[in-house]
């Protein structure tokens, strides 16, 4: 009986470390072989002149993300005909929040969860390999099917309801500021406040409201006054009573309360 030939995987992400773990941990299997590291962009042509079996496809890249990639392979892959199937088995590598995992879950997609460690790697990694050797024997009944992996897009793409920008009037002006811009937002009256930066504005709208507009995953009440963008938290230090500082850029130190220490822990996958 011969060797079965090694496992080819090429990891599509544009953080040199998340690329450098991912390597280091597969270099750990003798069945696996790097053939490659791409960003969103070089993803397409490394896919087409490599022909990976496994793909690691980070979610979240600058210019072209995971889901970029997926689309642009569409037209290449098709729904039926010789094209079916040709798209790579794709373990995903996002920072989602567990809300939207679960659409990971119900078309029972392999992802990994930044940061990862060993033990849920290698479940991804054994889960994968399974997968191919079903597809290179002919079954691929248990392989995600490309139309699956497009239907995801869909399923994880933010409702149309969520702010894509806050208009702002202040002085005779008039700013147009992006969600992702935001730093944190804190409650004054019937105002919020909006930090960016150097910069504050200030906004006639409640807090409440303004959190019912933005997108969960990216920004979370810490305290009863405070929302936070969480791509800006750079630091959390234990406080008394079981309260947490919370450190952006710039030394700016937040509180995170007890009882909205549960929606930022589901949010980040950790236990504080």
Same mark, same amino acid.
């Given at each position: 009986?011969?060797?079965?030939a090694?496992?080819?995987?090429?990891?599509?992400?544009?953080?040199?470390?998340?690329?450098?773990?991912?390597?280091?941990l597969?270099?750990?299997?003798?069945?696996?072989?790097?053939?490659?590291?791409?960003?969103?962009h070089?993803?397409?042509?490394?896919?087409?002149?490599?022909?990976?079996?496994?793909?690691?496809?980070?979610?979240?890249?600058?210019?072209?993300?995971?889901?970029?990639?997926?689309?642009?392979?569409?037209?290449g892959?098709?729904?039926?005909?010789?094209?079916?199937? *040709?798209?790579? =088995?794709?373990?995903?590598v996002?920072? @989602? /929040?567990?809300?939207?995992?679960?659409?990971?879950? #119900?078309?029972? +997609?392999?992802?990994?969860?930044?940061?990862?460690?060993?033990?849920?790697?290698?479940?991804?990694?054994?889960?994968?390999?399974?997968?191919?050797?079903?597809?290179?024997?002919?079954? *691929?009944?248990? =392989?995600?099917?490309?139309?699956?992996l @497009? /239907?995801?897009?869909?399923?994880?793409?933010?409702? #149309?309801?969520? +702010?894509?920008?806050?208009?702002?009037?202040?002085?005779?002006?008039?700013?147009?500021?992006?969600p992702?811009?935001?730093d944190?937002?804190?409650?004054?009256?019937?105002?919020v406040?909006?930090?960016?930066?150097k910069?504050?504005h200030?906004?006639?709208?409640?807090?409440?409201?303004?959190?019912?507009r933005?997108?969960?995953?990216?920004?979370?009440?810490?305290?009863?006054?405070?929302?936070v963008?969480?791509?800006?938290v750079?630091?959390?230090?234990?406080?008394?009573?079981?309260?947490?500082r919370?450190?952006?850029p710039?030394g700016?130190?937040?509180?995170?309360?007890?009882?909205?220490?549960?929606r930022?822990?589901?949010?980040?996958?950790?236990?504080l």
């Amino acid at each position: 009986m011969g060797v079965a030939a090694a496992v080819k995987a090429l990891i599509v992400d544009d953080e040199p470390l998340a690329c450098e773990r991912i390597s280091n941990l597969l270099a750990e299997d003798p069945e696996m072989e790097v053939i490659g590291r791409a960003d969103g962009h070089g993803a397409l042509r490394a896919i087409k002149e490599l022909a990976p079996d496994l793909l690691f496809l980070d979610v979240k890249m600058p210019g072209l993300d995971g889901f970029g990639v997926l689309k642009s392979l569409d037209s290449g892959v098709g729904e039926a005909g010789a094209g079916a199937g *040709r798209l790579p =088995v794709v373990i995903f590598v996002t920072a @989602f /929040d567990r809300y939207a995992l679960r659409a990971f879950e #119900a078309r029972a +997609l392999n992802y990994l969860v930044k940061p990862f460690d060993r033990e849920p790697f290698q479940k991804a990694v054994q889960r994968a390999k399974a997968e191919i050797r079903n597809g290179r024997n002919g079954d *691929r009944s248990h =392989v995600a099917h490309p139309r699956q992996l @497009f /239907d995801l897009m869909g399923d994880l793409k933010p409702p #149309a309801n969520y +702010l894509e920008r806050l208009v702002v009037k202040e002085n005779g002006r008039i700013f147009l500021i992006r969600p992702g811009e935001i730093d944190w937002i804190e409650a004054e009256g019937n105002y919020v406040r909006i930090h960016s930066g150097k910069t504050s504005h200030l906004l006639r709208e409640t807090l409440s409201n303004l959190e019912a507009r933005l997108h969960p995953a990216k920004f979370v009440r810490i305290h009863r006054s405070t929302i936070v963008n969480i791509d800006r938290v750079e630091e959390m230090q234990a406080w008394f009573h079981g309260e947490y500082r919370v450190i952006l850029p710039g030394g700016v130190q937040l509180t995170l309360t007890k009882s909205y220490k549960d929606r930022l822990q589901e949010q980040l996958g950790i236990s504080l």
